[in-house]
């Protein structure tokens, strides 16, 4: 059975949530960063770069999320259309842009704005400001449209766990109409339900007001 290595963060839950879309069983494995579990030598087998998520199906280990979400994807040949048609490369292209900025900036955000308020004044502007502009990018593109892609894919699975951290990085997600829509419909499915209190159940998926 496919074993997932994950902890109750946006990275981890991307993964859980597209098992769980996916119809796949899986073993949920809690690696506690928060004491220092990701260090331990057997993890750092399959996860040498010391982070969650990493997932290991029979002979094959993978770390990296974005990489995970792509491997489980072409197991199941589900939520990534046909290489070569214009609806995979949006999918590609919007999977990128989280990966490479709605992760990495709104993660800043969380580090100056949430866990360290008060410390640094330009680097909490300075990701608060970056954080917004990519919600503002976001907003833009689910106007008029249900899913990041035509169709739900691992785009979204990529981009909502983020979303799902608003309080953190202090965003009120009434300033964008259509990542609040697009965050509520997909927050009433049981796949992210059921995705989103794995490994370890820390709550309910947040709402906003
Ligand atoms: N680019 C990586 C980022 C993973 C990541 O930042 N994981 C965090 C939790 S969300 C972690 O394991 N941090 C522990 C550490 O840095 O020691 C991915 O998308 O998988």
Redesign the pocket.
């Given at each position: 059975m496919i074993k997932l290595y994950s902890?109750t963060?946006?990275?981890?839950r991307?993964v859980s949530i597209a098992l769980e879309e996916m119809g796949l069983e899986y073993e949920s494995i809690a690696?506690d960063?928060t004491n220092d579990q990701?260090?331990a030598p057997d993890f750092l087998k399959i996860s040498p770069?010391?982070?969650?998520?990493a997932l290991v199906d029979g002979e094959q280990a993978i770390?990296?999320?974005?990489a995970?979400l792509l491997y489980l994807a072409h197991k199941t040949g589900k939520f990534l259309p046909p290489v070569g048609t214009p609806a995979h490369w949006e999918v590609m292209q919007w999977l990128m842009w989280q990966?490479g900025g709605f992760?990495p900036m709104v993660?800043q955000a969380h580090h100056f704005l949430h866990y360290n308020p008060g410390k640094l004044q330009y680097a909490e502007e300075r990701y608060h400001t970056e954080t917004k502009r990519l919600y503002g990018v976001l907003n833009k593109h689910l106007g008029g449209r249900d899913f990041v892609g035509q169709d739900l894919s691992i785009a979204d699975f990529a981009i909502w766990p983020w979303a799902a951290r608003f309080d953190y990085h202090k965003v009120d997600l009434n300033d964008f109409p259509n990542v609040k829509r697009w965050y509520l419909a997909l927050a009433a499915r049981p796949g992210f339900q059921r995705g989103y209190v794995q490994p370890i159940d820390v709550g309910s998926i947040p709402l906003p007001i």
């Open positions: 902890w963060t946006p990275n981890g991307k690696v960063i990701q260090f770069n010391n982070k969650i998520p770390f990296e999320s974005g995970i990966m992760g993660g």
